[in-house]
């Protein structure tokens, strides 16, 4: 074990008010919780500095539209993007992928057409994809998994056609923590003329991501993943695909006329963010991103990596608790107690005070692949340690004494 895990934990703990003296919250693929700068952030620009953005003369209303720009621009060097002008600020993740398939899809591709997708994705990355299907007519392909759960991209090459328009496959697994090889995957969807959607929820707060480098088309996260606050998301894409695209919603911030006759659009990214923004939640999320650059986004991988691997020898030693996923999985380790249903795990789990998720953590297809209901799944973040993961084992004996 590194000396990481055992140390640095303690002092990063420390930033996060929420999380009480003997509590392993091991929840953070679901959300993380918010270091006190963040909050901070938001108390500030509620309390002392709110007003709206774009639209107001006044001193305040232009001082918090710097600050929102601000964030724009630093969201952009935080990814790699070549222009802040190709950010655009959503709800979340899932709003982000949404907008691609009514917009971009809606306008790119017809009936005849295929995406392919992967086993192991999120609801939020099939849903918006089988609503464009029963819209527009296209069809969709579902790759396999590897035996150890990545996404098997010797299957994806074979599957890919000239038909294929989209690839859309998660960056890292929010079951299994699996990390998908972005590059080969937009060679593998470029080589057939596909564009590539990643949903990258669970990699930003764990990775460093670049989506110049990656080659991607499209990047999605939400902010409430990276320590920063709900209901603040970011979609990325290469501004020339921004530009072929419709407005998805209509209304304030996101015009340049309108007449009863006719109505013109801003250019990207104004376009798509319809309405007062979540002016706070952006503030917020510039925020988070100065936080998690401040420890490194390395240090964060190698404290992850740390602990899965803690928790995996940890958990292997118990006779009765099968482990899914990779073994060098991102920052989640998922597992099931034979004969014990995941609820019944976290609920004798929270007696001792010990938050992990149970369910089918939104995706019901890799649950049918993998041959169970549920899992029981523990995430890590900065704030977790070795004391965290002994509290995980521990409760999981007690688990199996309790059920015999």
Same mark, same amino acid.
């Given at each position: 074990?590194?000396?990481?895990?055992?140390?640095?934990?303690? #002092?990063? $703990?420390?930033?996060?008010?929420?999380?009480?003296?003997?509590?392993?919250?091991?929840?953070?693929?679901?959300t993380?919780?918010?270091?006190?700068?963040?909050?901070?952030?938001?108390?500030?620009?509620?309390?002392?500095?709110?007003?709206?953005?774009?639209?107001?003369?006044?001193?305040?209303?232009?001082?918090?539209?710097?600050?929102?720009?601000?964030?724009?621009?630093?969201?952009? %060097?935080?990814?790699?993007?070549?222009?802040?002008?190709?950010?655009?600020?959503?709800?979340?993740?899932?709003?982000?992928? !949404?907008?691609?398939?009514?917009?971009?899809?809606?306008?790119?591709?017809?009936?005849?057409?295929?995406?392919?997708?992967?086993?192991?994705?999120?609801?939020?990355n099939?849903?918006? =994809?089988?609503?464009?299907?029963?819209?527009?007519?296209?069809?969709? #392909?579902?790759?396999p998994?590897?035996?150890?759960? %990545?996404?098997?991209?010797?299957?994806?090459?074979?599957?890919l056609?000239?038909?294929?328009? $989209?690839?859309?496959?998660?960056?890292?697994? !929010?079951?299994?923590?699996?990390?998908?090889?972005?590059?080969?995957?937009?060679?593998?969807?470029?080589?057939?003329?596909?564009?590539?959607?990643?949903?990258?929820?669970?990699?930003?707060?764990?990775?460093?991501?670049?989506?110049?480098?990656?080659?991607?088309?499209?990047?999605?996260?939400?902010?409430?993943?990276?320590?920063? &606050?709900?209901?603040?998301?970011?979609?990325?894409?290469?501004?020339d695909?921004?530009?072929?695209?419709?407005? =998805?919603?209509? +209304?304030g911030?996101?015009?340049?006329?309108?007449?009863?006759?006719?109505?013109?659009?801003? &250019?990207? &990214?104004? %376009?798509? /963010?319809?309405?007062?923004?979540?002016v706070?939640?952006?503030?917020?999320?510039?925020?988070?991103?100065?936080y998690?650059?401040?420890?490194?986004?390395a240090?964060?991988?190698?404290?992850?990596?740390?602990?899965?691997?803690?928790?995996? /020898?940890?958990?292997?030693?118990? !006779?009765?608790?099968? $482990?899914?996923?990779?073994?060098?999985?991102?920052?989640?380790?998922?597992?099931?107690?034979?004969?014990?249903? &995941?609820?019944?795990? +976290?609920?004798?789990?929270?007696?001792?005070?010990?938050?992990?998720?149970?369910?089918?953590?939104?995706?019901?297809?890799?649950?049918?692949?993998?041959?169970?209901?549920?899992?029981?799944?523990?995430?890590?973040?900065?704030y977790?340690?070795?004391a965290?993961?002994?509290?995980?084992? !521990?409760?999981?004996?007690?688990?199996? %004494?309790?059920?015999?």
């Amino acid at each position: 074990m590194t000396a990481l895990a055992d140390a640095r934990p303690l #002092d990063w $703990l420390a930033d996060f008010p929420a999380i009480p003296e003997g509590w392993a919250y091991l929840d953070t693929a679901a959300t993380a919780q918010k270091p006190k700068m963040v909050i901070d952030a938001i108390a500030r620009a509620y309390g002392e500095t709110y007003a709206t953005v774009h639209r107001g003369v006044y001193q305040r209303s232009a001082d918090m539209t710097v600050a929102f720009e601000a964030a724009r621009q630093r969201v952009a %060097r935080f990814i790699g993007a070549g222009s802040a002008d190709e950010i655009v600020f959503v709800r979340g993740a899932t709003e982000g992928i !949404n907008l691609v398939a009514q917009s971009w899809g809606g306008t790119h591709l017809k009936a005849g057409d295929r995406i392919l997708l992967s086993t192991l994705e999120h609801h939020s990355n099939i849903v918006p =994809w089988q609503l464009l299907r029963d819209r527009v007519g296209v069809e969709i #392909d579902v790759a396999p998994l590897t035996a150890d759960g %990545r996404i098997d991209l010797d299957a994806v090459a074979a599957m890919l056609t000239p038909a294929h328009k $989209l690839v859309a496959l998660a960056h890292v697994s !929010n079951v299994l923590g699996s990390v998908l090889d972005v590059r080969r995957a937009a060679a593998l969807a470029h080589d057939v003329g596909a564009r590539l959607l990643v949903d990258g929820c669970q990699a930003v707060p764990r990775l460093a991501v670049d989506v110049a480098a990656l080659g991607c088309d499209f990047y999605v996260f939400s902010g409430h993943k990276l320590y920063g &606050p709900t209901g603040i998301g970011v979609l990325w894409a290469k501004a020339d695909i921004l530009e072929s695209m419709p407005p =998805w919603q209509g +209304g304030g911030s996101m015009i340049d006329k309108v007449s009863f006759e006719r109505t013109t659009y801003a &250019p990207p &990214p104004a %376009r798509f /963010e319809a309405g007062t923004p979540h002016v706070v939640g952006v503030v917020g999320l510039h925020a988070a991103i100065d936080y998690v650059d401040a420890i490194g986004l390395a240090a964060i991988h190698a404290h992850e990596t740390a602990l899965v691997k803690a928790t995996r /020898e940890a958990l292997s030693g118990i !006779n009765s608790v099968r $482990l899914f996923g990779p073994e060098d999985s991102a920052g989640i380790v998922s597992f099931a107690v034979e004969g014990v249903h &995941p609820h019944d795990v +976290g609920t004798i789990l929270d007696e001792a005070h010990v938050a992990i998720r149970a369910g089918h953590h939104c995706a019901q297809p890799l649950m049918e692949h993998l041959g169970v209901p549920a899992t029981a799944r523990a995430s890590f973040g900065v704030y977790n340690g070795l004391a965290d993961v002994a509290a995980l084992a !521990n409760g999981i004996e007690r688990v199996t %004494r309790i059920f015999g």
